[in-house]
């Protein structure tokens, strides 16, 4: 049990990182994909700028979910997922105002953004593992050494 527990530790993280953020670089490609209905779709929810807040979102969830997958910033990144995480769960998925018919629908997808959320304030909090780009040393001598 201790030997997976220490590949758990060592390897967990990184995949952690990677299931949370397919989920980002697949629907900034979606979006991309359908550009214009989702730019109308933002103008439709009564978000100012349509087209460039979604060329922002689509940079931050291709761009900034890649950077996470590799470990980069890992803790600025997933405040920034957190916080964008928030505002679509709110703005999009607003299960209490929904028509009968897409109230689970909503709810469900309202509460999807809240574990994922959950997810980005762990890495936010931890860190980003011992598999990334800009990892934190993990003993007092190694944080140390990097302060020489």
Known sequence: MEKFQQILKHYGPA????????????????KIKAFAATAALMGNLGLPAPQLLLALTIALEIGGGALLVLGWQARWLALAFFGFTFLTAVIVHPFWSAEPANFGGQLNNFMKNLAIMGGMLYIA??????????????????????KR
């Not at 995949?15 to 979606?30: E, H, K, N, P, W």
């Open 15 to 30: 995949l952690a990182r990677a299931l949370l953020a397919q989920v980002f670089i697949i629907s900034g490609c979606g």
């Open 125 to 146: 909090v931890y860190g980003a593992g011992p598999l990334a780009l800009d990892r934190e040393p993990a003993t007092s001598a190694e944080r140390a050494k990097k």
